[in-house]
């Protein structure tokens, strides 16, 4: 947990650590000046400012050498679509409105705490894809049946998401982004390549981005930056 000392971040980490996480906290200018600094499995950053010190405080957390690579998930007032698709853009894992919900800062820990050692065989330049906590609509093109899900990561060429039924491979599907509660109605093409049924019970797709998406998908998950 790194943020100033408060009840929202007292609160946190009392949600992660009832999650059965090991949580240590410290303020930004701690961290920075810590040695030997041992890298985490997740780190919550807890911001109560506006979104040009958060986006700030955010590319210091990801340009520290003990932070490369680990996941990360914001926690702000702020909840437009343009503070949340920043805060993803420029490497978030997630980011998550205060007041946070116990139970979904909880999944997220769980999830993302466990990235660096997750084996992914699907995937042979898995240096360059990085966690993704964002709901989404997937729909199948054949018949418009909308399925809510969750992305779960994501690379420059494809995405893995979790929904409740299964779509078969080699189906093609859309794939809808949400900020929070609202739609960004930007919708990315894709093809199903494999199906798995998770241990919970959910189905977990494995989907390659067609055509032009592909580009898109780079600009809007923080692969490829527009000029300027």
């Given amino acids: 947990m790194v943020g100033p000392p408060s009840e929202d971040r007292l609160a946190a980490a009392v949600v ?9 906290e410290m303020t930004e200018a701690e961290l920075q000046a810590a040695a030997d600094l041992v890298p985490p499995g997740v780190v919550v950053f807890d911001d109560c400012r ?13 340009a520290h050498p003990a932070l490369r690579g680990v996941p990360l998930v914001i926690l702000g007032y702020d909840i437009d679509i343009d503070s ?5 853009t420029r490497g978030a894992a997630a980011y998550l409105p205060k ?8 999944e997220a820990g769980r999830r993302l705490v466990g990235w660096s050692s997750r084996g992914d065989d699907t995937e042979k330049r898995r240096r360059m894809r990085r966690p993704l906590l964002m709901k ?3 729909e199948r093109r054949r018949d ?10 994501a690379s420059g060429s494809g995405c893995r998401v979790e929904v409740p ?20 109605h930007v919708a990315l093409g894709a093809e199903v390549r494999w199906h798995v049924v998770t241990p919970a019970g959910a ?18 998950l923080g692969f490829a930056t527009t000029p300027g």
Avoid: C, M, N, W
């Avoid at 992660?16 to 240590?24: C, M, N, R, T």
């Avoid at 007041?99 to 909880?106: R, V």
């Fill in 84 to 88: 949340y698709a920043a805060a993803i």
């Fill in 165 to 184: 039924e299964e779509i078969a491979a080699g189906e093609l599907v859309r794939v809808t982004l949400h900020s929070h509660e609202d739609s960004t």
């Fill in 136 to 138: 989404v609509d997937v």
């Fill in 203 to 220: 189905h977990e797709l494995g989907l390659k981005f067609t055509g032009s998406t592909a580009a898109l998908a780079g600009q809007l």
């Fill in 16 to 24: 992660l650590g009832a999650a059965g996480l090991e949580v240590a």
């Fill in 144 to 153: 418009k049946r909308r399925l809510g899900g969750q992305l779960l990561d």
């Fill in 99 to 106: 007041p946070f919900d116990h139970a979904e800062l909880a």
């Fill in 50 to 62: 506006g979104r040009a010190a958060r986006d700030t405080s955010q590319a210091r957390l990801s």
